[in-house]
């Protein structure tokens, strides 16, 4: 696949300001590596008066077809029996648009921190795709990026093979774009129409979509004369999905004429009366005060040790200030129904690269969860027998590392609130024991010595001013010197992960 964008300039303005505006150096030729195989991107011409950015895209079919474990470009029937050889290392497709945003998203999304006076400058631009798939043809090229600002829009179909004119033309166009537009409108508006004329896309596609849709077609999709047309077939016809795009659309282009923000516009229904006040379940808080304490920890990629079946990372996936999110579980099952309720099979390609899921033991030390911003242990010390507690402690707090580790366990001062749990009883049949507050303060505060941390302690849930909190939670904080290492390895320990169907 083969793009250029193409600019003219003067000696004040130079052409080759289009190398600050791409984040691109006009003088190299730089290769980047995507899911789908490798984007090249180079100058074939840098003056002052004229420069040229091309983008090629190196397509890997095998690599592809078993990522998208063979189910062909979204299901579509031209791929089905053609998985190895067909149009993609050729025709501009959602392939191109993903390379688009992966290798100009700074450009994309309006950023430039060497010459931000260049991003609202509209300049003299010409973009050409030498083969573009047209379902539709010519006719809605031009209805697509007329209305856009374009003062030329020129698609030239392509014949099915020009030796044998009888044949007819293919769906294929050659595209030549030229007007004045800044470069971050030209770049949002290809990445939204280039898999909408293809009307294929060649991952599934999930409901954060609709965000990246509205995202690129902010300021000129609620106002297009095909926005309809564009939200159906860039979600690939998902009819609740487009129903949601639209609505929001429409709930824009309705708060731009009145000159009020979105929100304001969307009121109908009062919050404080006509919702019932019901109280949250305990669970909920939870993952809301672990959500709460890792934004403040500034964590970006976190592990959820002892994820269970995901409810915690489904939850931090929702934030994308969390860039990557690892759940790890000792139970196949588990992380069965973790990626059950994630939708894994079915998630979009930018939700997908943030999510992993792997099973390990917290007891034994594993070399892939170090190097992570933050660790989770909610709810999980009460269930590991209490001689097994120190290999935990190792492996989390010796061996990983992370800056922060949180770690939510039952208070076991404030059972008596709960009516129906008996006397004596722990909350959960599978729990080895609860802790006081006073008995959690104790080991945690031991851990922190030992391992060079900090820590720090907050409630969940009501803090009942006789027994505290139904849930105590410890914030641990690596300390910028924590000097040498006290801690002794237990022998429990060991230095890979178990394999599956293996006892922990």
Known sequence: MFLTISTTGTPDRPATDLGFLLHKHPGKAQAFTTSHGTAHVFYPEAGQERCTAALLLEVDPVALVRRGQGKGRGGAPDTALAQYVNDRPYAASSLLAVALRSVFGSALNGRCAARPDLVDEPRGLRIEIPVLPARGGPDLVHRLFGPLGWDLVRPERLPLDERFPEWGDSRYVRLVLEGRLRLTDALRQLYVLLPVLDDAK???????????????????????PEHGLIAS?????????????????????????????????DNAVDEDTDTADRPLPLAVLRREAVTAALRAAGAARVLDLGCGQGALVQQLLKDTSFTEVVGVDVSVRALAAAAKRLRLERMGELQAGRVRLLQGSLTYTDKRLAGYDAAVLSEVVEHVDPPRLPALEYAVFGSARPRTVLVTTPNAEYNVRWE???????????????????????????????????????????????VGPPTQMAVFTLADDPGPATATRPAATRTDAPKEGEAA
């Open 202 to 224: 060649h991952y599934w596609v999930a409901p954060d979509e609709v965000d990246k849709l509205l995202r690129a077609g902010d300021g000129w999709l609620a106002g297009h």
């Open 420 to 466: 129906t749990l008996p006397a004596g009883q722990v909350r959960h049949p599978d729990h080895r024991f609860e802790w006081t507050r006073a008995e959690f303060r104790d080991w945690a505060g031991a851990v922190a010595g030992r391992h060079g941390y900090t820590v720090a302690y907050l409630p969940v849930g009501d803090d009942d001013p006789e």
């Open 233 to 265: 077939r860039y979600l690939a016809r998902h009819k609740r999905l487009t129903r949601d795009a639209l609505e929001r659309l429409e709930l824009a282009r309705l708060a731009e004429a009145d000159g009020s923000p979105a929100e304001d516009l």
